[in-house]
């Protein structure tokens, strides 16, 4: 207690904890959206950094990237000063090889992942007594990002490596490799490597790796862009990383790359009948020749969509999401209204993330007066926050009043990532409706919008019309309700009950598949009505 009951605090150093080695809670995470590719490559010191340009000694705190980009760019341009012939290429490569890969996420929690970090936090002056640099041959990276695999099948996946030796000397080069996580070193992703590599002074050599993934090994996938896509920690047990190391003769600090990879245990399924006979009852059989179960969702198939809409190139700032159909399907519940209602969105190409950058949206008339009155769609959690920014992660099933603007969330939406399908649960209340309303008609279309890079909606569908509660089409997988699972290796049994022509749009049943490779994700299924 000082003067007059005035209080001091002292801080001793020695009992904090340090940042040093730490990430910014803010930092950004990858993998690309474009690609699933290694982003970010490198780190830097960002957080609480004191510098003014152009001062010398002048302090002015700042942060973010702000302070990280500096620092790299800084890092590059001494390189290129201390050798003025290195290439761009070379020069991201020499950072990237030679940066700090001891860094965590927080103080005290394991290691940061690598798509979180890449090859580390950047050391100039390692990099700058280098002898030698790697990178991916093609694609001159200074990292391997194998991306995002769908696994129904054993796959091994290539890449080729330059190595360049900058010394006077001949160097030998051994690659090894190295997990991030001793946990993901179980043999569902393995490496086979060349063994020492000679390098003759000042010049370079090619080598190809290979990874293999073994499909029965790997985890069950727990991470999507609904209740997970805010869970970081679900996002990690999915990733397989690490680095491969150079290991030069007589040298303890070897030169490194970051790998990782994002496979998912998938299965393979295809209908034995491309068209059901029709009649009150059709029948066909599910086959699945992947190493790996799949859990199939069958609805009503409300409308189908042309493949029709060109993908924008990089760097145009159009997604291009290509909608391809739209199902549903109603049942009982204790939800509000009495019922809860599944509407399916499948597009031609996968989502990394089911609101980034593009979200699902069915719009609906329930009244008959061929206006709109609510619109369901999916949208991230902030959205019900003090800002909507995209943050959370998490996705939800939303639905608005169009008249009264309201909008309301029960269920997260339901979405694998980098995946072609997303369906949205609701409770019939959100819409008007309950037990009074059923056989009522409801009519509406669907459409896919960009809700990151602004290009507005990227595509929409004709208009579709069905019965509450009534749907045409009553789907049984194994004499389940609406869904079931499709063993590995084996089959199951696709019922379909036709109740008959009650004037909507309604032609068949639109088949979803968990896991499933990229473009055998859904199947139409098209119900003979002659």
Known sequence: IGEEGSTIALFDPQNGNPLVGTLASTSSRGPSMAGSIIKPEIGAP????????????GETPFGGTSGASPMVAGSAALLMSANPDLSWAEVRALLVN???????????SPLAPISRIGGGEVRVDRAAEAPIAAWESGSLLPSLGFGFQAVSEDVTLEKTITIRNYSDDDVTVTPMVEFRYDSDDTGAVS????????????????????????????????????????????????????YINFMLDGESDPVHLP???MPRKSGYVVPQDEELNGGFESFTTLDNSGDNEVVVEAFSLLVTDPNDVDPGGPGQQ???????????IS??????????????????DPVTHAIAPIYNSVVLDVDGDEEPDYEVFNIDASFFGPSFDLSDGTNLSAVQDLDTGDVSAYFTADHSSNSANVVNYICSAQIGLDDSNIGDTISGYGYVGDLYYGSGINDTTDDFSFKFFEERYLPFVDGDFGFGTVPAGSDAFLGVVDFGDAGTSETGVLLRYSHAPEG???????VNQD
Do not use: K, R
């Open 318 to 328: 159009f997604p291009g999401a290509d909608l391809a159909a739209v199902g549903v």
């Open 259 to 261: 790998w990782h990879v």
């Open 191 to 242: 490496f086979t490597l060349p063994g020492p590599v000679a390098v003759g002074a000042g010049d370079t050599e090619e080598i190809t790796i290979e990874m293999s993934i073994d499909a029965d090994a790997l985890p069950e996938w727990v991470f999507n862009s609904g209740g997970a896509g805010g869970d970081p920690q679900a996002l990690t047990d999915v990733e397989f990383d690490g």
């Open 331 to 348: 049942a009982p519940s204790g939800c509000p209204g009495g019922f809860i209602m599944l509407f399916a969105m499948s597009s031609y």
């Open 520 to 526: 055998e994700e859904f199947d139409v299924i098209p």
């Open 46 to 57: 960002g957080a609480s950094v004191s510098a003014q340009a152009g001062t010398g000694t």
């Open 98 to 108: 030679n940066a700090e890969t001891e860094i965590y996420t927080e103080f005290g």
